[in-house]
């Protein structure tokens, strides 16, 4: 059978050393030369022959990290690698997935066809922030979920006393998920959007009659809305949680912390370098592990594929 490996980028590679530990296979290794213009030169070892898995989340710095994945894919194909999969958990631009006003770039698809014309042979992702990427994208997408891991991590702290509380309109789908998991019913805030940075509240769609709030979303970054469901939820709910697939964080964490939410649940599809309550992280490694596996195998991944 073709060997197995785990390459690891710049952006997480604590999650990719996790990887690689689950699946018994040789520690990622990548170097990263940097010239002094800010140029950088990632070089892998030998992975001729192998079915090679890079493992670099294009999370903030995004650019920088989509450039060097860019690179790490093409040093596998020149290395003469079977077979080259980018495992990108955190997909960067995937907010770009249509055009809101003219004049403007479609992100999604560039990104998505530059890593095909890199090297890649396959995609895999967790949860983007659209559905559209499969549809853009030159090469096979594999799309996993982490919902079951935050929904099992949430879950039994509240005894079956919660509600699923969708932040926004965007949001009800990923809720129903979550809550056809934990059996609680779904709520949903209705909002209003000021700018990037501030949202409001206009009314709250369902019933929470003091128990626990569970807000769902698929990615953290500013807070705005986060902090918009709070302020309606605060005097209605028993205790607030935030659960999210991805943590970006990139202005949020002070903001959710002035909040005073009990917990906020993250996975590591983003790399936490120092993570303090309320903070908690979901390590999505085991997923990733069994996902590559599966595919080294050429199995199906049934139950870690995302259903909509």
């Given at each position: 059978?073709?060997?197995?490996?785990?390459?690891?980028?710049?952006?997480?590679?604590?999650?990719?050393?996790?990887?690689?530990?689950?699946?018994?296979?040789?520690?990622?290794?990548?170097?990263?030369e940097r010239f002094p213009d800010g140029e950088i030169r990632p070089i892998v070892g030998h992975v001729g022959g192998q079915d090679v898995y890079v493992v670099q989340p294009t999370s903030?710095?995004?650019?920088?990290?989509?450039?060097?994945?860019?690179?790490?894919?093409?040093?596998?194909?020149?290395?003469?690698?079977?077979?080259?999969?980018?495992?990108?958990?955190?997909?960067?631009?995937?907010?770009?997935?249509?055009?809101?006003?003219?004049?403007?770039?479609?992100?999604?698809?560039?990104?998505?066809?530059?890593?095909?014309?890199?090297?890649?042979?396959?995609?895999?992702?967790?949860?983007?922030?659209?559905?559209?990427?499969?549809?853009?994208?030159?090469?096979?997408?594999?799309?996993?979920?982490?919902?079951?891991?935050?929904?099992?991590?949430?879950?039994?702290?509240?005894?079956?006393?919660?509600?699923?509380?969708?932040?926004?309109?965007g949001a009800v789908r990923l809720a129903e998920r979550y809550a056809a998991l934990t059996g609680d019913p779904v709520a949903l805030v209705r909002k209003h959007r000021e700018s990037e940075?501030?949202?409001?509240?206009?009314?709250?769609?369902?019933?929470?009659?003091?128990?626990?709030?569970?807000?769902?979303?698929?990615?953290?970054?500013?807070g705005a809305t986060l902090e918009a469901a709070v302020d309606i939820l605060r005097y209605r709910a028993a205790d607030i949680v935030v659960a999210a697939g991805h943590g970006p964080l990139?202005?949020?964490?002070?903001?959710?912390?002035?909040?005073?939410?009990?917990?906020?649940?993250?996975?590591?599809?983003?790399?936490?370098?120092?993570?303090?309550?309320?903070?908690?992280?979901?390590?999505?490694?085991?997923?990733?592990?069994?996902?590559?596996?599966?595919?080294?195998?050429?199995?199906?991944?049934?139950?870690?594929?995302?259903?909509?």
């Amino acid at each position: 059978m073709t060997p197995l490996r785990v390459v690891s980028g710049s952006a997480n590679p604590r999650l990719a050393a996790a990887v690689a530990e689950l699946l018994d296979v040789e520690p990622p290794g990548c170097a990263l030369e940097r010239f002094p213009d800010g140029e950088i030169r990632p070089i892998v070892g030998h992975v001729g022959g192998q079915d090679v898995y890079v493992v670099q989340p294009t999370s903030p710095p995004v650019n920088d990290n989509v450039l060097e994945l860019l690179l790490l894919l093409d040093a596998c194909r020149r290395s003469r690698a079977a077979r080259v999969t980018a495992v990108v958990p955190y997909f960067g631009y995937a907010r770009q997935d249509r055009r809101t006003r003219p004049g403007q770039a479609l992100g999604l698809r560039v990104v998505a066809e530059a890593i095909a014309g890199a090297g890649a042979d396959r995609l895999v992702v967790i949860e983007p922030h659209t559905a559209a990427l499969e549809s853009v994208s030159p090469i096979p997408v594999e799309t996993l979920t982490a919902i079951p891991l935050l929904a099992e991590r949430i879950s039994p702290a509240h005894g079956g006393n919660a509600v699923i509380v969708a932040p926004d309109a965007g949001a009800v789908r990923l809720a129903e998920r979550y809550a056809a998991l934990t059996g609680d019913p779904v709520a949903l805030v209705r909002k209003h959007r000021e700018s990037e940075t501030r949202v409001t509240a206009i009314e709250l769609l369902g019933t929470v009659d003091h128990r626990a709030a569970v807000i769902v979303d698929d990615m953290i970054s500013t807070g705005a809305t986060l902090e918009a469901a709070v302020d309606i939820l605060r005097y209605r709910a028993a205790d607030i949680v935030v659960a999210a697939g991805h943590g970006p964080l990139t202005a949020a964490a002070e903001r959710l912390r002035r909040l005073g939410v009990r917990r906020v649940v993250v996975t590591d599809t983003v790399a936490h370098e120092a993570v303090t309550p309320p903070f908690e992280v979901c390590s999505v490694a085991p997923l990733l592990a069994e996902a590559i596996a599966s595919m080294h195998n050429d199995r199906p991944l049934h139950e870690l594929f995302v259903r909509t």
